[in-house]
């Protein structure tokens, strides 16, 4: 599955005329690590909840800190060591994330009680290279295929998520979970190797506001209710998540379904659930029907709960139907929210506004875990799908209010460096263009960050429009 992943998407890059091959080996590379590093963590949320059981010195909520407690440290240090890489470089610290991730691994692989799997598991979340390689991929990009290229990064999330679902229960049969973290450190590993040496080395690095965190914008993207909103969503969704899978498996067992067979109910559902998901996102994007299609979205999140927590004990049937409409949202709500934050962020805070985004995501895989396992041990199995109608509520009633939102994208243009005077100047002038919301020029850095509205904005115009800015800067005359 990895493979075919990989060739699917070799082929779709090597098809962009305009990427150089620079640009299609940075693509690929990330992508594998960042994929596989996803794919380390995402393996053992469909087989803890069944191996803890047999663990010494495992409770519920032990079992909960051991799935959640990688979120807490990535969560902590995630943006840190992005700002790091700005600093010692890209490499070196992506080096240092993948090293811990190792050590993670090993020790959770040859732990014999929840407390070292506990641990294990909080230092390979403290491998937080994700910002680091977001840095990478744009320093080795030029700014108009970097868009593409995070999306193709980004990517690896859900295919790592799904293929995690699938062969986790697999592995777990043949090699127990101690041979998962075995896996996990190797893929670790292979991922020093990709980035040594197939990941391009930057000549230059420096701090790009559409792909990276810079201090000075966190208080901007804060302020902003409508990224806030998102950032709760993320956090809820990925509690949800986590907290769930504490449950399933055992729900799974206790309705008659061997554990090795779990994939069998997954890989089906998955594959239905994207079916279900890709109308529903066209609906969303191409018929500017995104408000309705998101708030749809939390509410079948919170029905799918309260559907489980009815049924999940009297009929496998009923138990699957509850999953499949869970895997359906949550895969919708996956798909969404990334975009929206895009099309929120300010101009030239893009890059800050998804690392508040994910880390918000993974604060809810460590809060899901703790809350997850606290109400299993306290309130029974039941409880964790009251928990997760719960959350989805308040997410609901919050995500009411929320703008609805415009066709937006956003583009840089590269402009000379120039004074701050220059700058401002310049700025004015692309805002006087039609379908040009935001314009911010970073005269430092010789890069103009905008937002389009993709309704009024003409293409055609642009290239002559542009030049024609650029010219009156050049000749002084803004």
Known sequence: MPGLFVIVLEFVLSHQNTMTQTERRTALGLAGVYGSRMLGLFLILPVFALFAEDMPG???????????IYGLTQALLQIPFGLLSDRIGRKPVIFAGLVLFILGSV????????????????????GAIAAALMALAADLTREEQRT???????????????????????LSAWVGVQGIFWLTGLLALLGIATIGLVVPTPV??????????????????????????????IFSLHLILTALFLGVPLALRDSGLAAVDHTWVYLPLMLLSIAGMVPLVILA??????KTVFLGAVAMLGLAQVFLWRTFDLHLGLLLLGIGVFFTAFNLLEALLPSLVSKTAPADAKGTAMGVYSTSQFAGAF?????????????????????GAAVSLIWFVLAWGMRKPGRHTSRMLRCDIISQQQ????AYELRQRKGVLEAVVVGEEGLAYLKIDQDQFDPANWIPFTEECLLKVRAGNV
Do not use: C, N
């Open 423 to 426: 700058a401002e100047s310049l």
């Open 204 to 233: 230059v690095s420096k701090v790009h506001r559409d792909a990276e965190s810079v201090p000075v914008m966190f208080r901007r993207v804060l302020a902003q209710t409508d990224l806030l909103r998102l950032d709760y969503g």
């Open 367 to 387: 809060v899901g875990g703790v809350l997850g396992g606290w109400v299993h041990q306290y309130y029974g199995l039941s409880a964790i799908f009251l928990l």
């Open 58 to 68: 495992a409770t519920p909520l032990l079992a909960g800190l051991a799935v959640g």
């Open 148 to 170: 593409k290229i995070m999306a193709t990064i980004g990517m690896t999330i859900g295919a790592s998520f799904m293929l995690a679902m699938i062969a986790g229960p697999l």
């Open 107 to 126: 020790v959770a692989a040859l732990a014999d009680d929840i407390v070292w799997i506990i641990i294990g598991r909080a230092l390979q979340g403290s």
């Open 285 to 290: 994007e191409k018929r500017r029907q995104m």
